[in-house]
């Protein structure tokens, strides 16, 4: 399994719409990539204000995401709800 994990710094400042975010942005990806299971972050404390966790079967259904036409629109829909670029890390899962 892959986890790609989507997160977005507590930069002094920044702004960060959290229902957008979760009400509009996340159902944009989750309707088009199909991800096996998707988590949202709201930072309480910490380094980030906000992360998202999609998990994939494999790291190939996730490359295969990539290339879809919503990928694009995702990138293009930032500025809706930050303006601070994401940090992003693709892991390998495994259950303990």
């Known amino acids: 399994m892959i ?3 989507v997160f977005y ?3 002094g400042g920044s702004n960060f719409n959290h229902e957008y ?4 942005h996340i159902p944009m990806a989750v309707n088009g990539w199909k991800p096996v299971r ?3 972050d709201k930072g309480i404390d910490g ?3 906000a ?3 999609f998990t994939f079967d494999s790291m190939e259904a996730f490359q295969a995401c ?3 036409p919503v990928s694009a629109d995702l990138a293009a829909d930032l500025p809706n709800y930050s303006e601070v670029p994401p940090i992003i890390q693709v892991s390998e899962i495994f259950e303990a």
Do not use: C, D, F, W
């Open 3 to 5: 986890k790609v994990s």
């Open 21 to 24: 975010y979760r009400n509009t």
């Open 38 to 40: 998707t988590q949202i």
């Open 51 to 53: 992360g998202v966790h």
């Open 66 to 68: 990539m290339t879809l």
């Open 47 to 49: 380094p980030y204000v």
């Open 9 to 11: 710094p507590a930069e």
